[in-house]
């Protein structure tokens, strides 16, 4: 079957790192993304990856390893505004999107 | 980056009533257009594709004779809640792919329907 874990939730302090973990498992595999998702929006595309290493992109950046099924995304610098949910998605092989349940990210002061 | 609209942004209605949302891609020919509902800390839920000028391909669950699905054109899809119940009551997001890149897709900023 297909399936996406990744934690429910997560706290961090303002200024700090936070690294978020997701492992999938899909029927075939064209890519891994990331979206963030503030409370009452849509998602928003954050990154892409679908070859092994890390895609630096700004304050974040995400890995990914194929041969574990696995991929985290690296949040630097944190904000209030980085405060949303961010969702693991997988491509399968008929390039539809495999949804993790989110990770709701907490940021204190 | 591309641009996709839905209308209403949010909607509420009598129960018993069918509901039409539209989702229009602006910039670019949206030749495969996805429905999504997400119910609220839950996360979304592929509810069905449709590619333009065929019938649409429903999840395992999705109730076609519901959640009619029409994609007339390359910028517009539309899904219509019929006989919309309380427990219809959701985040709806459209999201749309070009011929460019099937990897990419836009979404929409959502429609939240409230079934009274």
């Known amino acids: 079957g297909q399936n996406i874990d990744q934690p429910t939730e997560m706290t961090a302090t303002e200024g700090a790192i936070v690294q978020i973990n997701c492992t999938y498992q899909?029927?075939?595999?064209?890519?891994l993304f990331w979206y963030q998702q503030h409370a009452g929006e849509a998602p928003t595309f954050l990154s892409y990856?679908?070859l092994d290493g890390l895609e630096e992109k700004g304050r974040f950046s995400s890995f990914l390893s194929r041969s574990k099924g696995y991929s985290y995304l690296l949040l630097k610098e944190l904000q209030m505004k980085d405060s949303a949910s961010y969702l693991c998605?997988?491509?399968?092989?008929?390039?539809?999107?495999?949804w993790g349940a989110g990770t709701k990210l907490i940021i204190k002061p | 980056g591309a641009v996709v609209s839905q209308h209403p942004s949010r909607v509420i209605c009598k129960s018993g009533t069918s509901v039409k949302i539209e989702c229009r891609s602006l910039?670019?020919?949206?030749?495969?257009m996805f429905w999504y509902r997400q119910f609220p800390k839950q996360s979304l839920m592929l509810m069905a594709t449709?590619?333009?000028?065929?019938?649409?391909?429903?999840e395992q669950g999705v109730e076609k004779d519901k959640f009619l699905i029409n994609h007339a054109s390359l910028t517009l899809s539309t899904l219509t809640v019929t006989s919309a119940h309380p427990e219809d009551s959701s985040f709806y997001i459209c999201?749309?792919?070009?011929?460019?890149?099937?990897?990419?897709?836009?979404f929409g900023p959502g429609t939240r329907l409230l079934v009274l």
């Open positions: 999201s749309a792919r070009g011929t460019s890149s099937l990897e990419t897709q836009y």
């Open positions: 910039d670019f020919q949206a030749t495969t």
């Open positions: 449709s590619n333009e000028g065929s019938k649409a391909t429903y």
């Open positions: 899909t029927s075939g595999f064209n890519g």
């Open positions: 990856n679908v």
């Open positions: 998605a997988s491509m399968d092989s008929n390039y539809q999107l495999i």
